[in-house]
Structures are given as C-alpha cells and as structure tokens.
C-alpha cells in the first residue's frame, strides 16, 4: 500500500498515511492492513485534524465522481459521494438550479458537505446541507450497503450526517437543487458601527434576503467593539448583457508558502481598518456573480499558505439563544485584547432549521468564525480563553474547523455523541475522533 | 459533432477523455470487460451533454468479436468517424520473467488485440476515406528497459503498428494518432509512489482532445517526456545495458 505525506488545509500537522482509494460507488470496501483504522477523505479541505488518520489509513474518494442522473425539470441530482460541488455548479447553474446550501468554498466533496453538514450564509432560511439530501448510499466495511434517508434507516440518516466519515463511506447521493433566476447575486452591503447594530440590522434583514452574513473587524476595542460589514443578497435575474459584464472572477494562486505568516499584528490591523472603510457611504448596492459571491477565497488558490509554514487554525463556534450575545460580546474582546486577530472574521445568526444530524455542528443561535496563524502556546493559551466562554454559553465548536478543542469541551457540545458511538463502522477513526473521546 | 468509438472505456485516461467530448456533445459508444462499471460511466456522460451513449461488453481479447462491436457502436451512432482505443493491462514485470504464459497474456492485453481491432478499423475508415484513429500507447514502448519490458514491447508493436498505419491511411485522409503517455496517476497503477512526473488523467485527457482537433501524429503526454525519451532512446546500448532504469 502506498504511503504519502498528507496535511488538511491548516497545514499544522504533516503526517504519512497509507492510502487506500475507491474506483467507484461499486466497489467494495477495501480490506486495508487488518487493525489498521480507515478513514474517509474527500476533498481535504476540512481544517483541522477530522480528516487525517495518523497511523492508520485514509480512504480517497475523489475517483467517484460521477454523475448518476440530473432531471432538469425537478431539480433532482444523483451523483457519486467524490464529486466537487464545483462540478455540480459547472453543470447545473446554467440551466438555472442550485445546491441550496454551500460552504464558503466549492471545493469540497459532496460526501464531504454531507459528513460535516456543511452550512452556508442561507441557514436562517435553508438549514444544512443535509436538509436537502433525499437519500444517500452508506457503504459499510462488512460491505453491506446501506440506503439512509428521512423515511428509510433515518437513525443511520442522522449520524452519517455530520458523523465525519465514521459511520462508513458515503458512496453516493441524490441531492434536491434549487431554482435561481440566474448566476448573478444581487448584494447590499450595510457598515455597522457595533455588535448591537448587528442584530438589529440581522433581524431585520433574515426577513427579506436569502443570504446574510457580516465581516467583523477583530482589533477594535471599546465602542467599536464589533463593527463590521454585512452583506444581504438576493439571486438575481438578469439581462444577459449584465451577465456578460460580471463574469466569473480571476484565478490568482499563491505558489509557495512564505518563510513566516504574512498574516500578523501589522497586517492585521491595517487590513481590518483598512476593510472597514473599504466603501465610501452606509451603504453600497452592487452585482456580483455567485463565484466571486459565495467563493471570494476560492479565487485565490492555496491562500491557505499566506499562513506560512506553521500554518493556521480556525477557530468557529455557535453560541445558542439569548445569552449569545453576550457571549459573543466577550469573545470578541478578548480576542482583541489577545492581540491575535484575523483577517476573516465571519459573524453569522443561524436559523431554527434543525438538522437531523446527531453531531452536525449548526444550531439556532450565533456563529462566529475566525483565522489565526498558528502561534502554538500563545495561541492555545487564547483559545483556552475562548473555550471557557463558549462552554459556559451552552455552546460549540466546528469540528470540521478543529484541530485542538478539550475532549469535554467536544462531549458537552455535542449532548448526543455518545448516541452516536454504536454507528461507528469498526474499521472507522481518526485523529479527531481519538482525540476528542480520548478518557471518556 | 463526432460519432466517437472508445475501447476501455473503464481505463481512467479514456473516461476523463470521454468526459471532455461529452460536454461538447459528442456521441459515444463505450466498450469495457465489466457492464456496471460500463453503465455507471455511460450514465455519467449522458448527464454531462453527450448526444447520446451506447454500450457493449468487449473483451479486446476475444479477437473475433471484435467486427461485432464495431458494427453494433456504427448501428447505434449511425455511423462512426473516431475511435479512442485504450484498453489496456499494466503487466507484472517480475511475474512475466516467472511465466511464459502470462508474458504472453500481456502481450495479447496490449499489443494483439490493439493491432487486430486496429486492422478491422483501418480498412472501414480506408474505405469511407475519412476518419480519426487515436491509440494510447507509452513512452514504456520506445525503448525495452528491464523493469518493465513485457508492457514495454506490446506497446513498442502498437507505436509501430500505428507509425506504418498513418503512412499508409494518410492518403484516404485517415488521422491515425499514436498518444505517448509518462506516467499518470490512475487506478492502473494505484501502487506507485507518485512524484512530481506524475499527471493526473484529466490534463492527459485534454492533451489527447487537443490531439484530435488538430490532429496531430505522435502525442507525448505531458510534452516534457518528448525530450526525456529522446535521451533515453539516444543512450549507446553499451551504456544503456548496465543502467537499472
């Protein structure tokens, strides 16, 4: 069996893995090296350690990628679980369907958006991804198969979705698109001076736009703690010579990793500001298309090594009800006083769609997401901070963004991780997942 | 919009090739040894644009079934005008040098049944004076080295094979391409440790694409293996003898 350096998109941990590889959904389980784990990896794009199996093996999936059946008049799509929402994108958008939710990047698989049931700046309206998956095909390491959906084993249903590769390898699913006038997104973007304008500007705008999600600036202190963008857009109709004008955006690349993080305290602070006052008025009405709207990073291939050769963590938490606020409140301050910013800072409100998933990470309340350049035990030293916030808030974190969190910070977040525990296919792991069950 | 014959229509290079003429609306008839994995591609390329996809089970192998194939794929598209043959098995060098059988078996894999369809359709395409014949052979091919000279010299009786056949179809109009692929990171050869001369059979799929718009004769995939197998063919054989390539 080959074995080959393999890293997730932090780049904090590099570690040899044997590799094994999937052909297409007809194939068996691979039999592997026995007592050697198996994990499923899709695209690689998790952050943090929830798709690395240090010791063991990864199983890749991206060879199934094929198309099954696209109905054009319903919107229902059947494919192999390895194919990038990229691919679905390029073949549905122009004969005006949609995936309902996606992540801020298309490069992930759609076994990959179903195993951490991604999210996307439409959940206040559209849930998780799993909210608009019919069905999916649950491949066992005994090599039964397994149909799962709402109605047939919806117990497997629910912890395949979010289960992070450990229930077995989705092979494939048939997924329900929706309609949009067009590739073009119509985006307001309103300047708010603090976390209180926030919401009132959230609430208000969750009413009548499909996507909303704000940019906050992570180094102001004091009454400005919290200001930031938000952008509320609507998909579009358009004239076709509109169309033509808003193409899709360019493709830059960063080629190497730079010696140490381009991302620090001076970059930081002179991009926070600098992003803050990026627009003249309150507010500003534009048209963009949807690539350079839902994916501004993925037009900047590999950006993940502006974080130089430490790499970078993200860090991203929900913090339920009421009391989130205050909580995000707080967050935000110590982030700012820590000094350890970032450039991307996302606050998001989530709905109250829940999703059928045992460990799926979204849950009526606030989110926020943040970049840091690893600093080791400067860093740690803050997240422990942020923890302990987060904890007392009833709140968690994003496993598909963690490389790090407290094994109980894990198991108080997610109340029914132990349910979920007899759904582990036996030949399944991963360094997350010893990680986090490590002592319990 | 052409009316396109794949042979090992499984192999990853084919697929991905297959793919790309799809989204251009192409017409496919696919051939491979195993129906499932046959109908799970054809239903992908239909999803994809492709004018229509017609299958058959085909082991290149049984050399009298193969004029069957050919009318079957002429039936169902309404006539044919490229053919993209890659079938192929990637021989077991140490295994070979054990069995004379099995050296044999893989000769027939990837030299005799390339030629024997090669020969049926060369004589269709000669009459109807108009055609594209596109054939995936290897650098393997243009010169014997002792890790893998079985593989290597049925593809050096394709190379040749393909070299002789373009001479003589070039008068009826007939492009005959002969694809040099390096190395290429399929399920083929799913065992290799991949290092930076491996490509991924997507961007060999647009070199052979690019092959047949143009056409072109002799295709090395990705262009730098021209220049490597150029210095390798150029080695005095007293030398090349002691090397371990």
Same mark, same amino acid.
């Given at each position: 069996m080959p074995e080959q350096l393999v890293s997730s998109w932090g780049n904090v941990i590099h570690a040899q893995h044997a590799l094994l590889r999937l052909r297409s959904r007809l194939d068996r389980f691979p039999d592997?090296? *026995?007592?050697?784990?198996?994990?499923?990896?899709?695209?690689?794009?998790?952050?943090?350690?929830?798709?690395?199996?240090?010791?063991?093996?990864?199983?890749?999936?991206?060879?199934?990628?094929?198309?099954?059946? %696209?109905?054009?008049?319903?919107?229902?799509?059947?494919?192999?679980?390895?194919?990038l929402l990229a691919d679905i994108l390029q073949l549905v958008v122009p004969t005006g369907w949609f995936p309902p939710v996606t992540p801020g990047t298309r490069f992930v698989t759609v076994g990959g958006a179903i195993a951490n049931d991604v999210h996307g700046k439409n959940h206040?309206?559209?849930?998780?991804?799993?909210?608009?998956?019919?069905?999916?095909?649950?491949l066992r390491s005994d090599g039964q198969r397994l149909l799962c959906s709402p109605e047939t084993n919806p117990e497997w249903?629910?912890?395949?979705?979010?289960?992070?590769?450990?229930?077995?390898?989705?092979?494939?699913?048939?997924?329900?698109?929706?309609?949009?006038?067009?590739?073009?997104?119509?985006?307001?973007?309103?300047? %708010?001076?603090?976390?209180?304008? %926030?919401?009132a500007l959230c609430a208000e705008s969750d009413r009548d736009y499909e996507y909303t999600v704000a940019?906050?600036?992570?180094?102001?202190?004091?009454?400005?703690?919290?200001?930031?963008?938000?952008?509320?857009?609507?998909?579009?109709?358009?004239?076709?010579?509109?169309?033509?004008?808003?193409?899709?955006?360019?493709?830059?690349?960063?080629?190497?990793?730079?010696?140490?993080?381009?991302v620090n305290n001076l970059t930081l602070r002179l991009f926070n500001t600098l992003y803050y006052h990026r627009q003249p008025g309150k507010r500003r009405r534009s048209v963009q298309h949807y690539e350079s709207f839902f994916y501004p990073l993925d037009g900047i291939r590999s950006w993940?090594?502006?974080?130089?050769?430490?790499?970078?963590?993200?860090?991203?938490?929900?913090?339920?009800?009421?009391?989130?606020?205050?909580?995000?409140?707080?967050?935000?301050?110590?982030?700012?006083?820590?000094?350890?910013?970032?450039?991307?800072?996302?606050?998001?409100?989530?709905?109250?769609?829940?999703?059928?998933?045992?460990?799926?990470?979204?849950?009526?309340?606030?989110?926020?997401?943040?970049?840091? *350049?690893?600093?080791?035990?400067?860093?740690?030293?803050l997240f422990r901070q942020l923890d302990s916030i987060i904890h007392a808030a009833g709140g968690r974190l994003y496993p598909a963004k963690d490389g790090r969190m407290p094994g109980t910070l894990f198991r108080d977040g997610y109340p029914r991780w132990a349910e979920f525990v007899p759904f582990i296919d036996p030949r399944c792991s991963s360094t997350f997942w010893r990680r986090v069950t490590e002592g319990a | 919009m052409r009316k396109v014959l794949v042979v090992g229509a499984t192999s990853a290079i084919a697929e991905a090739t297959a793919r790309l003429l799809a989204q251009r609306g192409d017409t496919l008839f696919l051939t491979a040894r195993r129906a499932d994995a046959l109908a799970a591609i054809a239903?992908?390329?239909?999803?994809?644009?492709?004018?229509?996809?017609?299958?058959?089970?085909?082991?290149?192998?049984?050399?009298?079934?193969?004029?069957?194939?050919?009318?079957?794929?002429?039936?169902?598209?309404?006539?044919?005008?490229?053919?993209?043959?890659?079938?192929?098995?990637?021989?077991?060098?140490?295994?070979?040098e054990r069995s004379a059988v099995?050296?044999?078996?893989?000769?027939?894999?990837?030299?005799?049944?390339?030629?024997?369809?090669?020969?049926?359709?060369?004589?269709?395409?000669?009459?109807?004076?108009?055609?594209?014949?596109?054939?995936?052979?290897?650098?393997?091919?243009?010169?014997?080295?002792?890790?893998?000279?079985?593989?290597?010299?049925?593809?050096?009786?394709?190379?040749?094979?393909?070299?002789?056949?373009?001479?003589?179809?070039?008068?009826?109009?007939?492009?005959?391409?002969?694809?040099?692929?390096?190395?290429?990171?399929?399920p083929m050869t799913a065992g290799f440790r991949k290092g930076f001369l491996w490509a991924k059979p997507q961007q060999v799929?647009?070199?052979?694409?690019?092959?047949?718009?143009?056409?072109?004769?002799?295709?090395?995939?990705?262009?730098?293996?021209?220049?490597?197998?150029?210095?390798i063919r150029s080695i005095p054989e007293g030398i090349f003898r002691r090397l371990s390539l």
């Open positions: 592997g090296t *026995p007592g050697q784990s198996i994990l499923p990896y899709g695209n690689g794009r998790s952050y943090g350690d929830s798709c690395l199996n240090l010791g063991g093996a990864l199983l890749e999936t991206r060879a199934l990628d094929r198309f099954i059946r %696209f109905d054009p008049q319903t919107g229902v799509l059947a494919c192999e679980a390895g194919i206040h309206r559209a849930g998780t991804f799993i909210n608009w998956v019919r069905c999916l095909e649950l249903f629910a912890a395949t979705a979010g289960g992070l590769g450990l229930t077995g390898v989705i092979t494939w699913a048939e997924l329900q698109l929706q309609r949009i006038p067009g590739p073009l997104m119509e985006i307001e973007t309103i300047r %708010f001076a603090n976390l209180e304008e %926030f919401f940019w906050i600036d992570c180094v102001s202190r004091g009454k400005q703690l919290g200001r930031g963008l938000l952008q509320r857009a609507n998909s579009m109709a358009a004239p076709p010579q509109l169309l033509r004008s808003a193409g899709a955006a360019r493709q830059l690349s960063v080629p190497l990793t730079p010696p140490f993080s381009l993940n090594r502006l974080y130089g050769p430490q790499g970078l963590y993200q860090y991203q938490c929900v913090v339920p009800g009421q009391g989130g606020r205050d909580a995000i409140a707080e967050l935000l301050e110590t982030i700012a006083v820590s000094g350890q910013g970032s450039f991307l800072a996302v606050l998001k409100v989530f709905g109250d769609r829940r999703s059928p998933g045992m460990l799926s990470f979204p849950r009526e309340g606030i989110t926020l997401a943040l970049d840091f *350049p690893n600093r080791g035990e400067q860093l740690e030293h | 239903a992908d390329l239909q999803v994809r644009g492709a004018a229509k996809v017609g299958t058959a089970m085909l082991d290149a192998n049984d050399l009298g079934s193969h004029e069957r194939v050919l009318d079957e794929a002429e039936g169902l598209m309404g006539g044919l005008d490229t053919v993209l043959v890659a079938h192929g098995t990637l021989s077991n060098q140490k295994e070979c099995l050296t044999a078996r893989e000769i027939g894999n990837n030299g005799v049944s390339v030629v024997t369809l090669l020969t049926i359709i060369a004589n269709r395409f000669e009459q109807q004076r108009a055609g594209t014949i596109v054939v995936i052979s290897s650098v393997a091919g243009d010169r014997g080295r002792q890790s893998n000279y079985v593989y290597g010299s049925a593809k050096a009786l394709v190379t040749a094979f393909l070299s002789g056949l373009r001479q003589r179809l070039h008068k009826s109009g007939v492009a005959v391409i002969t694809i040099q692929p390096g190395f290429v990171d399929t799929a647009l070199g052979i694409v690019r092959a047949i718009d143009r056409p072109a004769s002799v295709v090395y995939l990705p262009g730098f293996w021209r220049l490597i197998m150029l210095i």
